[in-house]
């Protein structure tokens, strides 16, 4: 039998936690014959909300699930960790000034990447969930200085399963034909979901989905729009933002950079850029990666058209301001 992986969800009393966790405890994430334990961390004020959450996982009888540790401490949370999936953090309010949103989760991430660096596993796997994404994890990076710079990502999986949910509505093909979209940059209304790459698996084989789609204005319109403002149209639906699809994505990421990518497929992840495509390097930005061994890789060699150049430039901004910002709420 293999021994048990110890997860660690921060956050795990909110939304995506409570997705999250069954999801893990059911082998979604890790694998039907990998058995984990457990690590939920969040505030004092949620510790009841997250007994309670603990209470349901004993309750449900997982079998893979060989431990639950429930903690407001971050240093139990974060002890012998494996994976680290960074769920919690400090929600924008209204009225609030961007500026105080990012010092409270600045202030968050730079304790909790102290706590990873110092009591989690060798060679922990650290996913940020919470936003701005990948500003969170660029602090985190900063923080946990003796963490490989590639162990530490975001995620843009939702948005890039957006993508090719969008594509299959569409088309009316199933989502498992449609793959190799690209989220590139930021998880924000600025990132750019780039179908330029994207094929679609038919009798005939392999066809591009510009070919199949064959509407240029729906591909730089409204396809481009909806999975930028779909995090939007799930809080005017649900009143509530979304947990399930976040919660699978996050599975997903994690499933693909242990386990790897399909031959010939490629996912979207946020990265510490070496500069590839020109990203300035020294942002976490969202590439296309294959991932080997427990291991990602940019994606080499995929042509950038006119329009797309501006768009990956576009969020690179964002993302160098957002990186101001932060730092400027570390002095
Ligand atoms: P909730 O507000 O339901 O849950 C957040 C939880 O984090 C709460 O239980 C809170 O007590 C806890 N928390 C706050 N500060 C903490 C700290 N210092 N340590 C540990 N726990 C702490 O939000 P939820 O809907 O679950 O969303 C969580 C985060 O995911 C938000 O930042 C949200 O913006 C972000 N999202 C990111 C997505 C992505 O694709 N990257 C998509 C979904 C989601 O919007």
Redesign the pocket.
Known sequence: AKEPVRVLV??????????LVPMIARGVMLGADQPVILHM???P??AE??NGVKMELVDAAFPLLKGVVAT?D?IE?CTGVNIAV???????KEGMERKDVMS??V??YK??ASALEKHAAANCKVL??????NT?ALILKEFAPSIPEKNIT??????HNRALGQVSERLNVPVSDVKNVIIWGN?SSTQYPDVNHATVTTSAGEKPVRQLVADDEWLHGDFISTVQQR?AAIIKARK????L??AS??CDHIRDWVLGTPEGTWVSM?VYSDGSYNVPAGLIYSFPVTCCNGDWTIVQGLAIDDLSRKKLDLTAEELTEEKALAYSCLT
């Open positions: 921060t956050g795990a009393a909110g939304q995506i936690g409570y997705a961390l969040d505030i004020p949620a909300a997250l407001t971050a949370a960074m769920v919690g953090g400090f929600p924008r409270k989760n202030a968050i304790s909790q940020v969930v919470a936003n701005p994404a969170n975001c995620l843009t999986r939702l948005d998880h995090g509530l933002s979304s947990a699809s976040a994505s996050a946020g």
